[in-house]
């Protein structure tokens, strides 16, 4: 049995969220094509979370805002394919250079929760190298 690793500092690089790393790096033993779809997955959960890590269950709901009423809430622009390396699997999400320490601790938690869904437990993200 492995273990599955996920860097503390994935997706952010600084305390306040500047300079973040955008590109995590999955490696380990797994089939590629499960880890493509694991990730796939969690893309897709990452367009669904706002700037103080809160996970919506629908664009509508994230549109909508909070509780409170409606307010204008940071998310990610964009999430590219997962994409196979000789090194192994990249994923990138775009949020302007700017993701807060909240927002990169739920994407780690979606990363963990979609490769454990997928059964992928010997693997380790990191951020990429630049």
Do not use: Q
């Not at 380990?28 to 893309?43: K, T």
């Not at 979370?49 to 805002?65: H, I, K, M, Q, W």
């Not at 964009?78 to 700017?98: F, H, T």
């Amino acid at each position: 049995m492995g273990s599955l690793d996920i860097a503390s500092d994935a997706f952010v690089s600084a305390e306040d969220g500047w300079a973040p790393h955008e590109f995590v790096l999955l490696s380990g033993d797994f089939d590629n094509g499960v880890a493509v779809e694991a990730l796939r997955r969690a893309g897709a959960r990452f367009m669904l979370v706002d700037e103080e890590g809160r996970e919506y269950p629908t664009e509508e709901s994230l549109a909508a805002g909070t509780l409170e009423g409606p307010r204008e809430l940071y998310s990610p622009n964009y999430v590219a394919d997962p994409k196979i390396l000789d090194n192994g699997i990249e994923l990138y999400v775009d949020c302007k250079g700017v993701i807060p320490p909240p927002m990169a601790a739920t994407f780690r938690r979606i990363v963990r929760e979609e490769l454990v869904r997928a059964r992928i437990t010997n693997a380790k993200v990191r951020n990429a190298p630049n």
